[in-house]
């Protein structure tokens, strides 16, 4: 290509052939009223704008991001802090099963040395309603096959503390639920009942719960008294023979609580269910009601010596029961005796 | 100039406008283009003057370290090769419908080459090479300054000087050879 240098980026030195060369490109002098002209455009110009950010006080660049990376830090600190001290004021902490905030009176103790003063007990929990079922069948120990009234007067001595518990549970699920309906219209600004009012209500309530029982105890007596004779006729029962009608009692109760939630439902409502539900419990829950029914009208025949006769328009159940005809009220505990 | 005082820019351009039109012209090789990008590196000092003064106040140490010609140089590079690569762009992408009768470069060598021989060979570098021969070649910059004055790191710029002495130096062996 060339013979000229064999390194070719190598300074260009003075004299040289290239540097000679280099050297005639001349340079025309700027006019000589350029310093005017670059004036007079200055002084057209408008000035800048200011600047969108603030420069950090004088400082150099650096420093500046140092303020403001430093204002940022001190800021999420705060933040973070406020978060944590709200967390722990609300106690969301020991939802979250975190132990990490001791409270005021144990940072006092242990700053004083003392004790701490005891907490007060708290009210005692009411054990979560035993599902009815269970509880019905409660484990009542057997040894053996009863054949002696002994065993068997044990054996309903037992049953009747189980019984005894479940009834004190059902008083305390109702008094509960009473004062969770009283504390929720409280909380939602609806009128409260009167100390009358509630009361009256819970005198409602003991007064079906002791004719339900009546009710039961009667037939428990019955049972009983049965059962009694079997054994005194040398008949040995087992666990099963007892247990046995309590289950067909759980079921009684359960068809109960279905029809008394029919008999709440609109007549549509209620036909809509009963389409619902399969052949053989339709079937069943119809001929529940018809036994209700004749029951309560078998009652009230016997009632009517002293008493007016009620309106009451129909003197049979109807050979196809409609479902409308769920719609009249009755008595839940007639179906819901147990033993 | 912080002060906007028309005297402070009038000594400015005084002190500063030549060599930064030597730079421009060698850069773009017209007139016109040059006092255009010297006359903008020169607006640009008086606005951003107020800031460098609150950058580098006076008396301090910051303000012994700012060399207004260096920053001035540096403005006035880019520019030229903002402008010079804006050239080519527009240019390139135009076709003239009718033949171009302006004469070809090498015809335009031949046809300068009693007197702008070396103006061809200067303008044949590509504009980051031109600028590295003209800072240093003809301002006489040491490297560190002419690469702070393109925006490099010595390495890169001495690697680019290296390249545009060479292609200077193949250009001007080209040029004897077509003589």
């Known amino acids: ?32 009223g350029f310093a005017d002209r670059v004036l007079a ?26 303020w403001r990376l430093g204002r940022r830090m001190a800021i999420g600190a705060i933040g973070f802090g406020a978060l944590a001290t709200a967390a722990a004021a609300t106690g969301l902490l020991d939802r979250f099963d975190l132990p990490a905030v001791p409270s005021p009176e144990k940072v006092w103790a242990s700053i004083t040395g003392k004790e701490a003063a005891p907490v007060p007990a708290a009210a005692p929990v009411v054990p979560p309603p035993a599902d009815p079922e269970p509880a019905a069948l409660a484990p009542v120990r057997i040894e053996g096959r009863i054949d002696t009234p002994e065993e068997l007067g044990e054996a309903f001595r037992r049953i009747d503390e189980v019984r005894q518990g479940r009834v004190e549970a059902r008083r305390q699920i109702i008094d509960s639920r009473i004062e969770s309906e009283i504390e929720r219209r409280r909380a939602a600004g609806l009128p409260l009942p009167t100390p009358e009012e509630e009361a009256r209500v819970r005198q409602r309530i003991e007064d079906a719960r002791t004719r339900r029982e009546g009710l039961v105890a009667e037939r428990i007596e019955a049972r009983r008294e049965e059962l009694l004779q079997r054994v005194e006729s040398g008949e040995g029962l ?48 119809i001929e529940a009601w018809r036994q209700r029914r004749a029951g309560r009208l078998d009652g009230e025949t016997a009632a009517t010596a002293s008493t007016p006769a009620p309106e009451r328009p129909e003197a049979s159940p109807a050979p196809e029961p409609q479902t409308s005809q769920f719609g009249t009220p009755g008595d839940p505990s007639a179906a819901a005796a147990p033993l | 100039m912080a002060a906007r005082d028309p005297a402070a820019l009038r000594e400015a351009i005084a002190r500063h406008a030549g060599p930064l039109h030597r730079i421009a012209w060698r850069m773009t090789g017209d ?53 010079l690569r804006l050239a080519r762009r527009v240019s390139g992408e135009d076709v003239p419908e009718r033949a171009d009768d302006t004469p070809l470069a090498d015809v335009r060598i031949e046809a300068d080459q009693g007197d702008g021989s070396t103006r061809a060979l200067v303008m044949a570098l590509p504009e980051r090479q031109r600028a590295a021969i ?38 001007f062996a080209a040029q004897g050879d077509a003589r």
């Open chain 1, 41 to 66: 455009a200055a002084e057209a110009r408008p000035s800048p704008l200011p600047e969108l950010r603030r420069s950090g006080g004088g400082g150099g660049r650096g420093q500046g991001r140092g």
């Open chain 1, 238 to 285: 087992t666990r099963e023979d007892i247990a046995r009608p309590l289950r067909d009692d759980a079921r009684a109760l359960e068809r109960a609580g279905r029809l008394e939630r029919l008999r709440r439902m609109t007549p549509q409502q209620r036909r809509e269910a009963l389409r619902q539900l399969p052949a053989d419990e339709r079937r069943e829950l």
């Open chain 2, 134 to 171: 003209v800072l240093t070649y003809y301002e006489d910059l040491p490297n560190g300054e002419a690469a702070a004055a393109m925006d490099m790191n010595i390495k890169a710029f001495e690697s680019l000087l290296h390249r545009a002495r060479a292609g200077l130096r193949q250009a």
């Open chain 2, 31 to 83: 007139s016109h283009e040059a006092e255009d990008i010297v006359q903008e590196a020169m607006l640009r000092l008086w606005n951003h003057a107020p800031r460098l003064a609150a950058r580098h106040p006076a008396g301090s140490g910051a303000a012994s370290t700012l060399r207004l010609s260096g920053w001035l140089k540096r403005v006035v590079t880019n520019l030229a090769i903002d402008r």
């Open chain 1, 1 to 32: 290509m060339s013979g000229v240098d064999h390194d070719d980026g190598a300074p260009i030195a003075p004299g040289s052939p290239l540097a000679r060369v280099l050297d005639d490109f001349a340079v025309p002098a700027l006019p000589a």
